[in-house]
T-cell receptor
Framework: GENVEQHPSTLSVQEGDSAVIKCTYS??????FPWYKQELGKRPQLIIDIRSNVGEKKDQRIAVTLNKTAKHFSLHITETQPEDSAVYFC???????????FGKGTSLLVTP | DAGVIQSPRHEVTEMGQEVTLRCKPISGHNSLFWYRQTMMRGLELLIY????????DSGMPEDRFSAKMPNASFSTLKIQPSEPRDSAVYFC?????????FGQGTRLTVV
């Protein structure tokens, strides 16, 4: 099955700096790559996603890049704010409706 | 739509007791997933259904765990008998063609 690796497991940045989280996947058939944010005590919620026919996608301070050849994708958060502090999960899926396989998560701390 | 609805939100039970977790997916979503979240293992996929049919249950840890989806609007995850190591947050999620939406989770504590 699909195996998703995520790094780093923890990340601490100063407010205003950028944060980058990286993931790799094993199944070349995967074609959908979402990122979820989970605040303490809450459910994971989608913040951005990308499909394999696109190399990069941006939404305000958040961007995701995908390298299909290398089978890795990354989340970039610019101008970080304390409210960005949370656990971020990457995931990969082969078909719509099929299971999302998650990475182990990255705990991001943004200090003022 | 109220989103994915899980019940109960919290469950405390004694070791050996049966536990049943419930989930109502978003109407129109044809896939439903059960995940378990712990600090050590992160978000583990236990089982998922497509059009009410179990597709992959390889993540179910033991025979003590079972899941059903009798119709498109309801699923259960049962643990019998429960053990302290089953303590975790159990999430149900549903998906249509793109993103998966999570329920608020059930925090299970087995003492």
């Amino acid at each position: 099955g699909e195996n998703v690796e995520q790094h780093p497991s923890t990340l601490s940045v100063q407010e205003g700096d950028s944060a980058v989280i990286k993931c790799t996947y094993s199944d070349s058939a995967s074609n959908y790559f979402p990122w979820y944010k989970q605040e303490l005590g809450k459910r994971p919620q989608l913040i951005i996603d990308i499909r394999s026919n696109v190399g990069e996608k941006k939404d305000q301070r958040i961007a995701v890049t995908l390298n299909k050849t290398a089978k890795h994708f990354s989340l970039h958060i610019t101008e970080t704010q304390p409210e960005d502090s949370a656990v971020y999960f990457c995931a990969a899926s082969t078909h719509s409706g099929y299971a999302l396989n998650f990475g182990k998560g990255t705990s991001l701390l943004v200090t003022p | 739509d109220a989103g994915v609805i899980q019940s109960p939100r919290h469950e405390v039970t004694e070791m050996g007791q049966e536990v049943t977790l419930r989930c109502k997916p978003i109407s129109g979503h044809n896939s439903l997933f059960w995940y378990r979240q712990t600090m050590m293992r992160g978000l583990e996929l236990l089982i998922y259904f497509n059009n009410n049919v179990p597709i992959d249950d390889s993540g179910m840890p033991e025979d003590r765990f079972s899941a059903k989806m009798p119709n498109a609007s309801f699923s259960t995850l049962k643990i019998q008998p429960s053990e302290p190591r089953d303590s975790a947050v159990y999430f149900c999620a549903s998906r249509g063609t793109t993103e998966a939406f999570f329920g608020q989770g059930t925090r299970l504590t087995v003492v």
